[in-house]
């Protein structure tokens, strides 16, 4: 198995060891679905997997430290709306066997209201989960999201530079002996 590693920035893969192929996407959905679709067809897909890391911010009490991500939302597009028109907006993608539920989107949530609002659905939010997920699922790569808790989704976000260093620590380390 060969694994390409997908993040967002720069900052969150501080510590992934040298050797591991590395993607760096930029903020959002749309340049996670870009730069993911880029490096997905510039490889060689056979036997490869997408481990994408990355920071998030948890929505819930007691949520925190590094999680595998089993079902991921896109938790910004007005999906009734869509299917009330009659087509499906594949919001929701289950990418493994864990409980743990991530809500993506372009929103840099860091209002409490949001945060609660987005807890009755989702253990975490991130930004760009979702779109390295639906680019995989569409050109039959596997994938795994694995998250490490920088904040609260909260105030606190706003603070996230200072708080990318253990992020990216926990997440290198995790790597580094990721089972298969």
């Known amino acids: 198995m060969t694994v390409l ?7 969150e893969a501080a510590h992934v060891l040298a050797g591991f192929d590395v993607v760096v996407t930029g903020l959002g959905k749309t340049a996670a679905a870009v730069a993911t ?9 056979a036997g490869l997997t997408v481990v994408n890391i990355g920071t998030a ?5 007691g949520v925190e430290g590094l999680h595998e991500v089993g079902t991921v939302l896109n938790h910004d597009i ?13 919001d929701e993608l289950e990418i493994g066997p864990s409980a743990v539920v991530l809500a993506s989107g372009d929103v840099f949530v860091s209002d409490p209201a949001v945060r609660d609002a987005l807890a009755a ?6 930004m760009e989960g979702y779109a390295v997920a639906y680019a995989c699922r569409r050109l039959a790569v596997p994938v795994r999201l694995v998250k490490h808790v920088s904040d609260a989704a909260d105030e606190s976000a706003l603070d996230w530079p200072a708080m990318i260093e253990r992020s990216a620590r926990a997440l ?8 298969g």
């Open 5 to 11: 590693v997908v993040t967002a920035t720069e900052a």
């Open 57 to 61: 911010g948890a929505l819930r009490p």
């Open 78 to 90: 007005s999906a009734a709306a869509i299917r009330a028109l009659g087509y499906d907006p594949e």
């Open 37 to 45: 679709t880029c490096a997905l067809l510039e490889r060689d897909r």
């Open 121 to 126: 659905r989702a253990h975490l939010v991130d």
């Open 172 to 179: 290198g380390a995790w790597l580094a002996q990721a089972p």
